[in-house]
């Protein structure tokens, strides 16, 4: 049995598509998360599978250390031969249970998220004092649950290296999860220079994801004449003050707002209509929709943060500005809209990249094939020398 931990797990597509790909390989997988209701892409995705699926509650509601939420993590993970944590508060509470009370081996995939702008979206009504006592005392607990892991997942050569740094030995970088295939790749040949330049953006509505910032971009490109439309595909609806921002742009932008969209069939479809596809994070491990949009050969514009500089060169598989910059957004958004060779030059160039990482990795795997064989050969090791 493997026992799979992950916060909010149902609005995710790429995971969904992770534990179906998990439970065809182990003999059964169970999921314990503040999962979505039924109705999610998630729930499609995993249907027929052999999955238990452990519910945990809202996590705004009692919190990741109440009795309730502690018990059903212990039992599940005795009921476990094998843990998978990700990233998050979750896997290191769940971590530090299982250190004391099922003692399991696990495995984790990590990424960057104990910065401030993790604190600032996760923790919005933590007064700074309290988030800057929370911080340390996280960061420790993070890394014991790092050193404490049998096998350590992570995107990105920085996060590679940190984990490193802590002295763990059994480091694999690996893709986002991701139910990308190779027919989903298209290559475009042109961007119109006789229409407003299409923008997308995919993605959360808190202050990690910097969409503030884009909204701001987009009255800079307003006042200034540029001609666009703009797409927000959207995991939950805006914020008041988001919404607030949008009125202020004329209706001829095509303003279109889709909440809790899929990758399939609906999303795959918005990013090859669009232009441009705008990452505005403050934080980021790597972002999925960074390969999704690449597989759409469409031109990026996208913050310097996390590991997207590690696989993306400026201007030439996308554009990379500094974060919280709304005038050096709205500047490299107005380029590609003057330069539609540019943008076609680079979303081809992105699509080469990500289909490079995704399909000739030498030799390829996918990451549930990675997770089951590690965690295959670390429980058949034990019990051979039992």
Known sequence: MVSLGKDKVGTDPGSAY?????????????????IRPAST????????????????????????????????????????????????????????????????PY?????????????ASYLPRVSFPARWLYAPVMRQLRRQMILGAAHVYVHGKKLYEECVRFGHRRVSEVVPLTNLRAEHFHLRQVVSKDRPLRILYVGGVGPAKGLDVL?????????????????????????????????KLPENR??????????????????????????????????????????QSIAL??????????????????????????????YAIRSLSLQRDRA????????????????????YRSHAEQVYENATELLTGKNSSA
């Open 344 to 363: 076609l030059r680079l979303g081809r160039n992105l699509y080469q990249t990500v289909w490079k990482k995704l399909f000739q990795s030498s030799p």
């Open 18 to 34: 992770f534990i179906s790909e998990l439970a065809r390989l182990a003999e059964s997988v169970e999921v314990c998360g503040h």
């Open 41 to 104: 892409s998630f729930h499609q995705e995993i249907s027929g599978k052999r999955l238990q699926i452990t519910l945990l509650g809202h996590s705004s509601r009692g919190g990741y250390a109440s009795p309730t939420t502690a018990r059903k993590l212990v039992e599940a993970m005795r009921r476990a031969d094998y843990l998978y944590l990700f990233t998050g508060t979750l896997a290191v509470y769940a971590s530090w249970l299982n250190r004391f009370l099922a003692r399991r």
């Open 254 to 295: 095509s303003l279109r707002v889709l909440v809790g969209k899929p990758l399939h069939p609906d999303l795959i479809d918005r990013y090859r209509l669009a232009d441009v596809l705008v990452v505005p994070s403050f934080s980021e491990g790597f972002p999925r929709v960074i390969y999704e949009g690449g597989s």
């Open 301 to 330: 514009v996208a913050t310097q943060v996390g590991s997207i500089p590690d696989l993306l060169r400026n201007d030439h598989d996308g554009i990379l500005i500094p974060s919280g910059n709304p005038a050096a957004l709205a």
């Open 107 to 119: 495995a984790v995939y990590e990424q960057p998220w104990m910065d401030d702008a993790y604190l």
């Open 215 to 247: 909204l701001e971009a987009l009255q800079l490109l307003n006042q200034e004449g540029t001609d666009f439309s703009v797409t927000l595909a959207v995991k939950v609806p805006l914020t008041s003050f988001q919404e607030a921002e949008l009125e």
